[in-house]
């Protein structure tokens, strides 16, 4: 049985989940440092989303694991997605660049029903038994998927019979059981390493849905100064994982 909160870095050592996760904290700690405007920070989240990617791209090939996630399977796609306030500007700055204002405008149609939907549920089980489509979700795919937030990056199944039952359920039931330990620690110690870095200089720390949250931040450029001043970005509050 490996260690599987051992890998390798890109130096050649080994090291572990608690290694990763303060790694990360320190390089987006520094590199939070070096911002000074607004059109600076996307950068930071871009990096430490990549550094994310490269790990768990590591993880995979060191213990040679086969997910069961393909193109087009989209189950986990229709729940709470969890993501904090860098991680929503970050994906609406992507938007943003990627989509005319036709494509725009759908999206963030899309982003107001769900708003409008969850944001007055206010206890996590009504929250954790949410099955509703994210608005970024178009044919079965990711319609931002550079700018997708962490939980999105990490999130994997190693079967997908579970998946369809939890969408099929709509009860408290979590898909998080079938992930591999390997690519659950590694992809969170990354994810817990980075917040700790924005939380340590003062920005929101506080967890929301990614499509309610989108919805404020593409239509509202009071959201990005909120959170640039140390102040919460958002209304909507996510509490399904209380
Ligand atoms: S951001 Fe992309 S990957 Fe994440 S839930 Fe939405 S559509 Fe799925």
Redesign the pocket.
């Known amino acids: 049985m490996p260690n599987y909160l051992v890998v390798r870095s890109s130096a050649g050592e080994l090291v572990d989940g608690e290694t990763i996760r303060e790694e990360t904290r320190a390089a987006a700690a520094t590199r939070l440092g070096t911002c000074r405007s607004m059109t600076d920070y996307p950068r930071v989240a871009r990096e430490t989303m990549e550094r994310q990617d490269r790990l768990l791209a590591e993880v995979q090939q060191r213990y040679s694991i086969r997910v069961a996630c393909s193109a087009g399977c ?1 189950y ?2 229709h729940g709470i ?1 969890t993501a904090r306030a860098h991680e929503i500007l970050f ?1 609406a700055d992507v938007i943003r660049k990627r989509y005319t204002a036709p494509r725009l405008g759908a999206i963030i149609e899309r982003c107001r029903e769900r708003h409008a939907r969850i944001a007055p549920l206010r206890t996590a089980v009504e929250q954790r038994t949410v099955r509703t489509a ?1 608005p ?2 178009t044919d079965g795919r ?4 550079e700018g ?2 962490m939980v ?1 990056r990490t999130h994997h199944s190693m079967s997908v019979d579970p998946c369809r039952q939890w969408l099929e359920r709509s009860d408290e039931t979590s898909h998080d059981d079938h992930q591999h330990q390997a690519i659950f620690v590694q992809g969170n110690s990354v994810r817990v390493g980075a917040y700790a870095a924005y939380e340590s200089a003062g920005f929101d720390a506080t967890l929301y849905d ?1 499509g309610c949250a989108l919805y404020e931040a593409l239509t509202d450029p009071r959201c990005a100064r909120r959170w640039k001043d140390g102040k919460k970005a958002f209304s909507m509050v996510c509490r399904a994982l209380e």
């Open positions: 989209s986990c796609c997605v994906a994210c970024l979700l990711c319609g931002a998927y997708r937030p999105c990614l």
